[in-house]
């Protein structure tokens, strides 16, 4: 029989999970009010501001035991610190992607992100997926090989991209560290290196950057940190499988911004768009039944 307290927890981790999706959808229109800037700085920045922001919330909701605790546990540890690595990785991918003109790669890492995800909750989790999840995925898996395929190549960039998130993610799952001190401890390890390295190969660039812009590079320290936050609470709280699917809805805003300033999307992206959508749709509709049933034997 379903524990009555797990219930609640899993429908929290879902809106959250939705929550943090839809604000990675958006964050595009937050980045692009930087578009003078320099994209590593924008990086380095929000590594940086990203800890200093988490540092201050734990030290004011009064967290700082809990922090020191987890740094002290060689088990946690264990995960955290390749988490860092890998999600250090993931960004540095993706401005190197951005600077070379490789947007096609990174459009379809992400779309290729969850069904990685999904394998590593079938194949290491042990998570049972639905029969109509398992329709989602293919519908989802069509749509991205319409895009590979169209592509005409095989994009490396994309696999690398998809695959150290994935992995990140499965690591915050095992670790089940709270998502305060995950994300502090991560920022913290190598936001040391992004200050060198601003520093050091960056000095022009950072006289460069007006007032307003400095503003914004504090904001997007935030606006990085609180969806890793919400990303690791969903983590913990809701199947693996879940939580890589939902990652369909930040692509697909981003789609939708990209429609509303201008950009003009290829037929093969707006097929893999419409295969995707009807994956999310029978996914939503498998997630709805799992909760009935969970409530009629809860």
């Avoid at 920022?187 to 520093?199: G, N, Q, R, T, V």
Wanted: hydrophobic share 55%; charged share 10%; with cysteine.
């Amino acid at each position: 029989m379903m524990n009555k307290e797990t219930t609640p927890s899993k429908k929290s981790g879902l809106y959250i999970g939705l929550l943090c999706y839809v604000l990675w959808g958006i964050l595009p229109a937050y980045w692009n009010l930087l578009g003078g800037v320099n994209p590593l700085l924008i990086l380095c920045a929000r590594i940086l501001f990203a800890f200093i922001f988490m540092l201050c919330l734990m030290a004011i909701m009064g967290q700082m035991q809990m922090f020191w605790d987890t740094l002290r546990d060689k088990r946690k540890m264990m995960y955290l610190i390749p988490c860092a690595l890998l999600i250090s990785f993931n960004w540095g991918l993706f401005i190197y992607a951005v600077n070379t003109g490789r947007i096609i790669d990174t459009s379809i890492g992400y779309y290729m992100n969850p069904l990685m995800s999904f394998l590593l909750g079938v194949i290491v989790l042990k998570e049972k997926s639905s029969k109509m999840q398992l329709v989602a995925v293919g519908l989802a898996f069509t749509g991205v090989l319409i895009s590979i395929i169209a592509y005409g190549r095989i994009p490396l960039i994309s696999i690398s991209l998809a695959l150290s998130f994935a992995i990140y993610g499965l690591l915050k799952k095992k670790a089940h560290v709270d998502p305060n001190a995950s994300i502090t401890i991560e920022s913290m390890l190598i936001a040391p290196f992004a200050m060198l390295f601003a520093l050091i190969f960056m000095t022009d660039s950072i006289r460069e950057v007006g007032t307003l812009e400095v503003l914004l590079l504090v904001g997007g320290g935030i606006a990085t940190a609180v969806p890793l936050v919400l990303y690791s609470r969903a983590v913990n709280n809701i199947p693996f499988i879940t939580v890589g699917f939902l990652q369909y809805i930040a692509p697909s805003l981003s789609l939708i911004y990209g429609l509303i300033i201008g950009i003009r999307p290829t037929g093969s992206q707006i097929i893999s768009f419409i295969f995707v959508g009807m994956g999310l749709i029978v996914f939503s509709i498998a997630l709805v039944r799992i909760a009935k049933k969970e409530r009629e034997l809860g």
